[in-house]
Nanobody
Framework: VQLQASGGGLAQAGDSLRVSCAVSGRPYSSYAVGWFRQSPGKEREFVASIAVDSGRTYYAHSVKGRFTISRDLRGTSVFLQMNSLKPEDTAVYYC??????????????????????WGQGTLVTVSS
């Protein structure tokens, strides 16, 4: 499976930006896509996840209410709409895919271990 993240760029605080993740093929019969980000000098952190079939979503507290994760009907594109951007949102944003099962709680998909394929990342820079 291949993942291609795109749509990053420069924004000012308060602006909106949308990043996209193209998922090649259908890697699993049921899968989840997660967005993570890594700021300079910090560890990679979870942002949001979506179960592609059900549309079930989960967000990090830091972005809840500002970011929205969605997918197209085929599940081959996943989007992260970022509103009310803050300078602390500056990071390289990565998308990842992993098998999904409803047996696990949504919080499971906030862990990197839930995913086994990663995209290359797209840089989002937010100035104050």
């Amino acid at each position: 499976v291949q993942l291609q993240a795109s749509g990053g760029g420069l924004a000012q605080a308060g602006d909106s930006l949308r990043v996209s993740c193209a998922v090649s093929g259908r890697p699993y019969s049921s899968y989840a896509v997660g967005w993570f980000r890594q700021s300079p000098g910090k560890e990679r952190e979870f942002v949001a996840s979506i179960a592609v079939d059900s549309g079930r979503t989960y967000y990090a507290h830091s972005v809840k209410g500002r970011f929205t994760i969605s997918r197209d009907l085929r599940g081959t594109s996943v989007f992260l709409q970022m509103n009310s951007l803050k300078p602390e949102d500056t990071a390289v944003y990565y998308c990842a895919v992993g098998p999904f099962t409803s047996d696990y709680r949504s919080t499971y998909y906030s862990f990197e271990g839930a995913y086994d394929s990663w995209g290359q990342g797209t840089l989002v820079t937010v100035s104050s």
